[in-house]
């Protein structure tokens, strides 16, 4: 029987993944009763990154991902994340908000009609918050994140803004109006999880499913730097608003995956922020008021005397040559990098697992841990000079936690290696930024 559940369990998980659950197993009552199904998504999510790894390799005699450009997508996907440790999700809240208050009908939340019409609604509702990420400045420096990346793999699908959150719950209080929360909840979820399995360049043409729902085909499309791709396919689940509002575009020439203009960096808070401090700098160019709201409130492209989208005849010019930014760099540093960032992971699932049982002082402790290590290696992957005083004073930290009992190792048996790697690397820092010092103050007599 407890095997036949597991089963069941593992269907359910993977059937999320491609929305394929019926509305009789997914409707449910109250809030509380709705499954975490993007965190029970974890290890399809690895499945299918092992999947894709091991096919792209067969299929094209390289790697599909790089260490420095997949560890750095899975860590704004991580940071994504953090916030959810002390609040629930700000699109779930707002929601529950306004259908306590202002809902004008009560559908009923176990009815199939119900279930599909908030299918619909959802999507819907995401088209448009995903349009106005593209189309406002200040929206597009909390989405660029998604498309920082130069290439285009499930690794990407997990490159998700720390701030995006914030603004797009504004897009599905209409939905508010009529629909449960509960449902809402469902779909919310299962939206987001469609979305993972299309960022792939392993899957081409899928016949006549390409007319009616996003495909790898037409969210390359999306991600491309091309002229022709530029605010494109908008679509979550389905195509079909593309084409009734004229965003959609079909493949064709090879796709350049990034932003028009790319940043070049694996350091995370960067790739989260970066964009706001540009759109600050852009604005103080301006003296007319007018001019400076223009900046964050128009497109992205927006420059006085120009239309509110702005235009592209300034972006470079795509040749189809272009090489994604992947420096070379040790091979002990990546393997150093690979071991680290695991045992980082390891922290961040055992603060989700037991989040109802800590205080909120040691979940902010952990949070600011947990974001001093994926920038420290940032740093190392940037190989910037000042990455051995940052990582020296990480390892400090990950002693103490060690011996305080703040952090276990992967497994058991492995706490006795486990400290001796982390005083090892304390001791390789350490002597990385005297010897720094050392040349420095050399420079300076």
Request: glycine fraction near 6%; proline fraction near 5%; hydrophobic fraction near 45%.
């Amino acid at each position: 029987m407890a095997e036949t559940m597991d089963l069941g369990s593992v269907s359910r998980g993977f059937r999320a993944m491609f929305s394929m659950l019926s509305p009789n197993e997914s409707s449910f009552e109250k809030v509380e009763d709705v499954p975490p199904y993007v965190q029970q998504a974890t290890p399809f999510f690895v499945g299918l990154m092992v999947l894709e790894l091991v096919l792209g390799t067969l299929k094209t005699g390289g790697s599909v991902v790089t260490i420095s450009d997949g560890i750095t997508s899975i860590s704004a996907g991580m940071i994504s994340r953090l916030p959810t440790l002390v609040m629930r999700g700000c699109e779930l809240t707002a929601y529950m908000y306004v259908w306590d208050r202002f809902r004008l009908v009560e559908l009923p939340w176990d009815s199939a009609w119900t279930w599909w019409f908030t299918f619909l609604g959802v999507d819907f509702c995401y088209y448009w918050v995903h349009r106005f990420a593209h189309e406002v400045s200040v929206l597009w420096a909390s989405h660029q994140v998604h498309h920082s990346s130069e290439y285009y793999n499930l690794t990407t699908a997990l490159r998700q803004s720390l701030t995006q959150q914030f603004t797009s719950w504004i897009f599905y209080m209409p939905l508010a109006l009529v629909a449960p929360p509960a449902i809402f909840a469902v779909h919310i979820q299962l939206n987001l999880l469609y979305q993972f399995w299309i960022h792939t360049e392993l899957i081409n043409d899928l016949g006549p499913l390409e007319w009616i729902f996003n495909t790898p085909k037409h969210h390359r499309v999306h991600h491309g730097r091309n002229l022709y791709c530029i605010d494109k396919n908008y679509g979550g689940i389905l195509i079909i608003w593309d084409r009734l509002f004229d965003t959609f575009a079909l493949e064709s020439d090879k796709v350049i995956y990034g932003l028009v203009y790319p940043i070049r960096t694996f350091e995370i808070l960067r790739v989260q922020l970066h964009y706001y401090f540009y759109l600050w700098r852009k604005s103080k160019y301006y003296k007319k008021i007018n001019n400076k709201l223009s900046t964050f409130f128009k497109g992205p492209s927006w420059k006085p005397g120009k239309p509110r989208l702005g235009d592209h005849s300034n972006n470079p010019k795509v040749t189809g040559k272009e090489v994604p930014h992947d420096p070379s760099w040790p091979l002990h540093l990546q393997v150093y990098v690979v071991v680290h960032f695991l045992l980082v992971l390891a922290v961040y699932h055992d603060v989700f697992e037991r989040k109802m049982m800590l205080s909120q002082l040691t979940i902010l402790g952990m949070t600011g841990y947990i974001l001093l290590t994926l920038t420290a290696l940032g740093y190392i992957m940037d190989q910037r000079p000042t990455a051995a005083f940052l990582e020296m004073l990480r390892c400090v930290i990950m002693v103490a936690m060690l011996r305080f009992g703040y952090m276990k190792p992967l497994l058991p048996s492995l706490s006795v290696p486990t400290e001796a790697f982390v005083s090892l690397s304390l001791l390789f820092w350490g002597l990385q930024s005297v010897s720094q010092l050392l040349s420095i103050k050399k420079k300076t007599v």
